[in-house]
């Protein structure tokens, strides 16, 4: 597998559910990010990764908990979440957060998220 | 407020002809931007960048230009083709030092055959 891979694609779950989004990178980068994107609104940070620390939370709900085990992997645990949090759930990487301007973040395919 | 603004939601084009796309920012700390291309059911793809020290930066059928004057910058495909229909987003980064990027909303672009 090379760039960045999300699994699983679609998901759709009940407000009581607990499920986990998987991201996995093989580029050798070392920070990784999630975003959100909801209909017709731009991408939203959510959640930065550099060397396994988090580095920045953009004020996200407690019910969604972030876990970056490696510089590889990198999840988004969710519980007890809203139907207004359907949306498209983008992870990326980057070479380091702080890398410079130029550092180029790759992007994996989404995990299309419906909560009902 | 949005920082990075994409005003047309939509833009339709003719093979071969030139699809202009549009983006303005009110950030003025921002100092290099990018164009990324997503097609569906795909995550959006690096496509072309420029610093805020040049006003044109090109990649063969793609070039970005940027005002800095008037903080806008378009991208410009020529000729287009049908699969450059995507929607392409803006970019922007480097406010205060950061590196964290900010998207403008989207543009569809369809190039008809």
């Known amino acids: 597998e090379t760039g960045v891979t999300q699994t699983p694609r679609h998901l759709v779950m009940g407000m009581t559910n607990k499920k986990s989004l998987k991201c996995e990178q093989h580029?050798?980068?070392?920070?990784m990010y999630w975003y959100k994107q909801s209909a017709k609104k731009p991408l939203e940070l959510m959640f930065v990764y550099n060397f396994k620390e988090q580095t920045e939370n953009n004020s996200v709900p407690s019910r969604f908990s972030p876990e970056c085990p490696n510089s590889s992997h990198l999840f988004l645990h969710l519980h007890t979440l809203q139907p207004e949090d359907s949306a498209l759930y983008l992870c990326a990487s980057s070479p380091a957060e702080w890398g410079g301007l130029t550092d180029t973040q790759y992007f994996g395919p989404g995990t299309r998220l419906t909560v009902l | 407020d949005q920082q990075v603004k994409q005003n047309s939601p939509s833009l339709s084009v003719q093979e071969g002809r030139i699809s202009i796309l549009n983006c303005d920012y009110t950030?003025?700390?921002?100092?290099?931007f990018l164009w990324y291309k997503k097609y569906p059911a795909e995550g959006p793809t690096f496509l072309i960048s420029i610093s805020s020290i040049k006003d044109k930066n090109e990649d063969g059928r793609f070039t970005v230009f940027l005002n800095k004057s008037a903080k806008h910058l378009s991208l410009h495909i020529v000729p287009s083709q049908p699969g450059d229909s995507a929607v392409y987003f803006c970019a922007a980064k480097g406010q205060g030092g950061s590196e964290k990027l900010v998207f403008g909303k989207g543009t569809k672009l369809t190039v008809n055959p």
């Open positions: 580029l050798g980068h070392n920070a």
């Open positions: 950030n003025s700390m921002f100092d290099y």
